[in-house]
């Protein structure tokens, strides 16, 4: 496996990637229509993760502004062939971090894996504190309608010029939330 910064021709692949569910109860896709960030962030960096000539995963970080570094969109495909060493999590955090002294993400509280690897204080990876708990509820989309609509609320709440560039969709679930949600959404709320 081989770790590297990502070149334009990795584009598709990596969108693809950030379009994978995040497995849980409810099968969460929260991924790109383009590789960027938020108006006000720099210094964008995506890395490629490939295997036989494949790309097999992705990550992205940005500096926010304030000075701190931004990790989002860490991506394994669904069937890697190996699983990764502990000199690839070293060599992927470095590359990710920069010389930031902090950085922050966000994991769903079901994302197992991912909570396992960045809470088990090993000395090899960076210290990882979790700062805040959130609810956060969606309403299934159909996949026609999974892009993000334009919403000048939401933007100005955040902070950016626009986030019509996400994808956020429930690709499938189990469980009273997701029937009722589907419930919800057939009636014709929002």
Do not use: H
């Amino acid at each position: 496996m081989r770790w590297r910064l990502s070149e334009p021709q990795d584009e598709g692949a990596l969108l693809r990637l950030s379009c994978e569910p995040m497995r849980t109860k409810v099968d969460l896709i929260w991924g790109y229509n383009e590789i960027r960030c938020s108006e006000d962030c720099t210094n964008l960096q995506s890395y490629t993760l490939e295997s036989n000539g494949q790309v097999i995963g992705c990550a992205m970080a940005w500096d926010w502004p304030g000075g701190y570094r931004y990790l989002n969109g860490l991506r394994l495909e669904a069937k890697i062939p190996a699983r990764p060493t502990r000199s690839f999590w070293r060599l992927a955090f470095d590359s990710l971090l920069g010389d930031a002294k902090y950085a922050w993400t966000s994991i769903g509280a079901e994302n197992l894996r991912a909570r396992r690897l960045l809470e088990s204080g090993v000395r090899w990876l960076p210290r990882y504190t979790l700062r805040q708990k959130i609810t956060t509820w969606f309403i299934p989309l159909s996949r026609r309608q999974a892009r993000c609509p334009r919403s000048a609320q939401l933007d100005q709440e955040l902070g950016i010029e626009s986030a019509d560039w996400r994808r956020v969709a429930i690709s499938s679930g189990n469980g009273c939330a997701f029937r009722l949600g589907r419930l919800l959404y057939s009636l014709g709320l929002p």
